[in-house]
């Protein structure tokens, strides 16, 4: 007998039964339906959206090339860095996830608004690099706080490293981001926009040797564009090694010299630093930007490293062996990411580091230009080494008088005298006889006046004028005056200290039209003839042993201290700013007396050694004072290191 519990037990049961059946029914059927609909009224796109995506295919970066100096020591290379990057369309609200990020790595207010505007020029499916230089401890802390930041992923890529720092900033150049520009001329693979390429010096000029050739990896995809099988299909290719013709050692070496000159270092925590740097705004913008190197100079001021150029150049080959401009930059810094403040300090820097002065510094070359002129009037049979000029201390010319550097003159003197006296009458007298044609001519034969077609791009041409070139770009006539001053290296003629290198390794080689070259496997062996007697050649070489090793010679306190090894040369004063009668009434007669920016440039030329020339040298010190004692001196220093070290 069935009791009355188990009748209502029933009853319930029934009614549970029926209330989950009818809740399975309708949940299938609703499975149902949108099963019908997926499959029936929206297949075609699916399958258009999996027939689209089921295959995608990235570029593999490859590996840039590294630069080395001519003993196999690193100049550029590459080291293991993780870049940052965040899809825009997996993130809620892509500017509060760049926020929380700035909590974990560098990303200031500047370059979040940069990346915000980056993101709207892109497709929002596409990642976007945020930080290409992340360490792995910066990578942990993001890493656990994934969770909380949706499209946020790390790719494992390599930076681009310069172990040298300073020492080759102008030299090696450094690398930067793909512009739309770049990829318009060519010079970055259009896919490959994260990879930074070659912004100046050699990353620039070898871009193409550098940069390799990229790889194909496919990657299968779901519908919703998640990978889930990868497979290489091309293998990127590795850039070229570029092999360089500079000894780094000595380019280090040639740097320290020409940052020192005439000057005493000091340490930059002493009080006297201190003070001075409190009290001039301009030195401390200087020093600020420098590598920390301060000196003391003989008056007992307070100043930063010597601003200027040195290069040396093998006479034989062209092979460049140093080649230092100062104020430099860093490259690494370059190569990062900088701010709009440091770009601001950089470019209103008061020496202008951004400038590589050994191409692109065009000074008017002063008395190193007198080789030129004298070779000139030789060749035109105008003079012989025997024929004199009478220096009384100055020139009339009309109304105008020329004056010597020596105002009391140096009374009768040849052209070997001339030239290790450095006397300007002499080629006063001698321009005017000779004439700018043939001297313009001359100086093109050593290559003045025009690119010496070095590798590192941005090279200026430097001036050498005459008649056809004033009608040309000022309107007027050349007058005699004019051919007066351009006859010691003044007036409308300019040279690059590259230029002056090469002119100087040409006149002590004497026979090639040697061309300089930074590569090592571009090193030539066949020139073309400059075309002077061997003569002239002679008389030149006599005039600037002169020059140092001559009692009266203007470098004759820097001669080389080696036995059997003697420097030739000549020195170089460029006014700047002539002294004032002002500036007399109130003391000042002397050039280093003066604010830096009003001093002469200091430049000296020459080669060594003297009886088997193998290396030129031209040093330039801007507003360094006198060519003798600012310039002469650094040059001595650097050509005795290169045989001290057997280089």
């Known amino acids: 007998m069935i009791t009355r519990k188990a009748k209502q037990f029933e009853r319930s049961l029934s009614r549970r039964a029926l209330f989950i059946g009818g809740g399975q029914a309708l949940v299938t059927s609703v499975l149902v339906g949108r099963l019908f609909y997926l499959q029936v009224m929206e297949s075609s796109e699916y399958e258009a959206l999996s027939d689209r995506n089921r295959f995608d295919y990235v570029i593999m970066p490859p590996s840039r090339g590294r630069i080395f100096d001519s003993k196999g020591r690193l100049l550029a290379g590459n080291a293991e860095a993780y870049a940052l990057n965040i899809v825009p369309k997996l993130t809620k609200d892509l500017h509060e996830s760049l926020r929380t990020l700035s909590e974990l790595v560098r990303l200031d207010d500047e370059l979040i608004a940069e990346l915000m505007d980056r993101a709207k020029e892109q497709p929002s499916f596409l990642p976007l690099t945020i930080r290409d230089d992340l360490t792995q401890r910066e990578v942990a802390r993001v890493v656990v706080r994934t969770p909380e930041l949706p499209g946020v992923s790390f790719d494992r890529i390599e930076k681009r490293i310069y172990p040298q720092g300073l020492l080759t900033g102008h030299l090696t150049g450094y690398v ?217 201390g100055h020139k009339e010319l009309g109304n105008a008088k020329f004056h010597c550097w020596n105002k009391h003159g140096h009374g009768r003197v040849n052209v070997i005298e001339a030239l290790e006296q450095s006397c300007d009458v002499f080629f006063y007298e001698l321009a005017l006889k000779t004439g700018i044609k043939r001297i313009s001519a001359m100086s093109k034969r050593f290559g003045l006046g025009d690119n010496t077609a070095i590798t590192i791009p941005g090279e200026k041409s430097g001036l050498i004028p005459d008649k056809a070139w004033k009608q040309k770009h000022i309107g007027e006539v050349w007058t005699p005056g004019e051919t007066v001053v351009a006859s010691i290296g003044q007036g409308y003629v300019l040279a690059t200290p590259i230029q002056l290198a090469v002119m100087t390794a040409r006149i002590a ?139």
Request: proline share 6%.
């Open 176 to 392: 930067g981001r793909v512009t739309k520009e770049d990829i318009e001329q060519g010079r970055a693979h259009p896919q490959l926009v994260n990879i930074r390429n070659g912004k100046s010096g050699i990353e620039y000029a070898f871009e193409q040797d550098l940069r390799g050739e990229p790889g194909r990896e496919q990657i299968l995809v779901n519908a919703l564009g998640r990978p889930i099988k990868k497979s290489v299909k091309e293998q990127p290719v590795s850039g070229k090694d570029i092999n360089l013709t500079i000894d780094i050692n000595l380019q280090s070496y040639a740097a320290s010299i020409l940052k020192r000159g005439r000057n005493t270092p000091l340490s930059t925590s002493s009080a006297k630093v201190q003070r001075a740097v409190a009290d001039n705004p301009e030195l401390s913008r200087i020093l600020a930007t420098s590598d920390g190197q301060v000196f003391e100079d003989a008056l007992g001021r307070v100043v930063p490293p010597e601003t200027g150029s040195v290069v040396v150049i093998d006479i034989h080959t062209g092979a460049i062996k140093a080649m230092v401009s100062t104020p430099t930059i860093d490259p690494n810094v370059m190569s990062g990411r900088i701010s709009h403040k440091e770009w601001d300090t950089l470019i209103n820097h008061p020496r202008t580091p951004l400038l590589d002065r050994c191409i692109k510094g065009q000074y008017a070359p002063g008395s190193t230009f007198k080789m030129v002129v004298a070779l000139a009037a030789l060749e035109a049979g105008i003079i012989t080494d025997s024929s004199q000029f009478f220096c009384p």
């Open 509 to 647: 080689q004497g026979k090639n039209r040697i061309k300089p070259v930074m590569r090592e496997n571009e090193i030539a062996s066949d020139f073309d003839p400059i075309g002077v007697s061997a003569a002239s050649m002679d008389i030149i070489h006599r005039g600037m042993d002169a020059v140092v090793n001559g009692k009266k010679g203007t470098a004759r306190n820097y001669k080389l201290d080696l036995d059997g090894i003697a420097m030739a040369g000549k020195t170089g004063t460029v006014q700047v700013k002539r002294i004032t009668k002002a500036e007399r009434e109130r003391g000042i007669v002397d050039n280093m007396d003066r604010p830096w920016k009003f001093r002469d440039h200091a430049l000296f030329t020459g080669y060594a050694p003297l009886d088997d020339p193998k290396y030129a040298i031209a040093v330039v010190v801007e507003h360094g004072g006198s060519g003798s004692s600012g310039a002469a001196p650094i040059a001595r220093d650097i050509l005795t290191y290169i045989f001290e070290q057997g280089i």
